[in-house]
């Protein structure tokens, strides 16, 4: 139950408040995202200024960018998550151009937590259903 809580503080401080002072008080010295299709820093270890280059890449994208946990089951040192992201698109999405669009969509995450901090990550969700909303398929 403890890193239940701690994942949903995380994403509602760092993701949905946008606080990106509370990334190192959740987020370990080595993120590593495991697996997520799409993400350009798939497969990557991230360090808390790199998180944060991260973060910025989404919230610049989609400033108001808000997930909404769904389900949420703790399994020793691993979190998993159903949630709903929405949001509004208006900044570029890589070279894409910004849309003004409102997006919604479905995903699962699975947080790997040892001692208190967040260390990585697999994804799914559905971004053609994103990229559909927002007209570019």
């Keep these: 139950m403890k890193n239940e809580i701690i994942l949903k503080d995380f994403i509602q401080e760092v993701w949905n408040e946008k606080n990106f002072d509370a990334v190192s008080k959740y987020v370990a010295n080595e993120y590593v995202i495991h697996i997520d299709v799409g993400d350009p820093w798939e497969e990557k270890t991230l360090n808390h200024e790199e998180y944060k280059v991260r973060l910025h890449y989404s919230f610049d994208s989609f400033p108001d960018i808000h997930f909404n946990i769904k389900y949420a089951i703790a399994d020793g040192d691993y979190v998993a998550i159903t949630w709903i992201m929405t949001g509004t698109n208006t900044g570029k ?45």
């Design 93 to 137: 999405i890589g070279d894409l151009p910004p849309t003004n669009k409102s997006i919604e969509t479905n995903g699962v995450t699975i947080y790997h937590i040892i001692n208190g901090k967040i260390c990585g990550h697999s994804q799914v969700f559905d971004r053609v259903t994103v990229m559909k909303q927002l007209g570019f398929i």
